[in-house]
């Protein structure tokens, strides 16, 4: 009998180590998965308006442009970003920044802008995505042919380096991004061109929005009103028609 007890005992035992061993090779795929695979981000600010809303958690997918192996790339879906596609990014500038952009010309492209019109490798660009919602600004509506006092060192040397004929010219290794929202973007006009290497992903879907102003989302630190505020107005502010709403490219040119 104490020796059946002792084995049924024992067999007790395994479960549980076999159940808590499942949950702990699930939570760290669960970890690794977010971290590696799909990542959470919020858009803070209006620049890709349009396109993104301020207020939008998005999953980014940290997959598709990751450099692929021998063996992944036959298995698993990398590629190369693409004209069109939503990228997100560490900001030249401050890589502990996210940004997300559009990119608009990848290596060898040439590009230019004639009063807000795209000109991409010669061609005039349909960007139905685009946004402008205020005046003229030179500098930004005929790119590069206008100097702007807003120009930080980067967009300089890429304007000193890059441009030919009155087109710039995107070296290997770059992309040049803009915002959707043209007339409110901080973008590769004005701080230069995106390395490669610090692209981090694509947004896949819009999980769930929430209308929040920018200065609550810039906030490193989440602010107690900024929490209330989520409490209290959760059902009213929260975009309910932009929930699980699919985040698309667009093949340009």
Same mark, same amino acid.
Do not use: C
């Given at each position: 009998?104490?020796?059946?007890?002792?084995?049924? *005992?024992?067999?007790?035992?395994?479960?549980?180590?076999?159940?808590?061993?499942?949950?702990?090779?699930?939570?760290?795929?669960?970890?690794? $998965?977010?971290?590696?695979?799909?990542?959470?981000?919020?858009?803070?600010?209006?620049? !890709?308006?349009?396109?993104?809303?301020?207020?939008?958690?998005?999953?980014?997918?940290?997959?598709?442009?990751?450099? %692929?192996? %021998?063996? %992944?790339?036959?298995?698993?879906?990398?590629?190369?970003?693409?004209?069109?596609?939503?990228?997100?990014?560490?900001?030249?500038?401050?890589?502990?920044?996210?940004?997300?952009?559009?990119?608009?010309?990848? &290596?060898?492209?040439?590009?230019?802008?004639?009063?807000?019109?795209?000109? *991409?490798?010669?061609?005039?660009?349909?960007?139905?995505?685009?946004?402008?919602?205020?005046?003229?600004?030179?500098?930004?509506?005929?790119?590069?042919?206008?100097?702007?006092? =807003?120009?930080? &060192?980067?967009?300089?040397?890429?304007?000193?380096?890059?441009?030919?004929? $009155?087109? *710039?010219?995107? &070296?290997?290794?770059?992309?040049?991004? !803009?915002?959707?929202?043209?007339?409110?973007? =901080? =973008?590769?006009?004005?701080?230069?061109?995106?390395?490669?290497?610090?692209?981090?992903?694509?947004?896949?879907?819009?999980?769930?929005?929430?209308?929040?102003?920018?200065?609550?989302?810039?906030?490193?630190?989440?602010?107690?009103?900024?929490?209330?505020?989520?409490?209290?107005?959760?059902?009213?502010?929260?975009?309910?028609?932009?929930? !699980?709403?699919?985040?698309?490219?667009?093949?340009?040119?």
């Amino acid at each position: 009998m104490l020796r059946r007890f002792f084995s049924n *005992l024992s067999s007790l035992t395994d479960i549980r180590r076999g159940f808590v061993g499942e949950w702990v090779v699930t939570f760290v795929f669960l970890l690794f $998965g977010t971290t590696n695979i799909l990542q959470a981000f919020v858009i803070p600010t209006g620049s !890709m308006e349009g396109s993104l809303l301020v207020g939008d958690h998005v999953l980014v997918d940290r997959l598709t442009y990751s450099p %692929s192996g %021998s063996v %992944s790339g036959h298995l698993l879906p990398y590629r190369e970003i693409r004209r069109g596609d939503i990228i997100v990014f560490a900001y030249p500038l401050d890589i502990k920044i996210t940004y997300v952009k559009r990119a608009i010309g990848i &290596p060898g492209d040439h590009i230019r802008f004639v009063d807000k019109q795209l000109i *991409l490798n010669g061609q005039p660009a349909a960007e139905p995505y685009a946004v402008h919602l205020s005046g003229s600004v030179p500098y930004r509506d005929n790119f590069p042919s206008f100097a702007s006092p =807003d120009l930080r &060192p980067r967009a300089l040397e890429m304007l000193a380096d890059h441009v030919v004929n $009155g087109e *710039l010219v995107v &070296p290997a290794g770059y992309i040049f991004a !803009m915002g959707d929202n043209r007339d409110n973007s =901080d =973008d590769s006009r004005y701080w230069g061109l995106v390395p490669r290497d610090s692209i981090e992903g694509t947004p896949l879907v819009v999980y769930w929005s929430f209308d929040a102003p920018t200065e609550d989302l810039v906030n490193p630190n989440i602010t107690v009103d900024h929490v209330t505020d989520m409490v209290l107005h959760f059902f009213s502010k929260t975009r309910w028609s932009r929930t !699980m709403k699919l985040v698309h490219g667009y093949k340009l040119g």
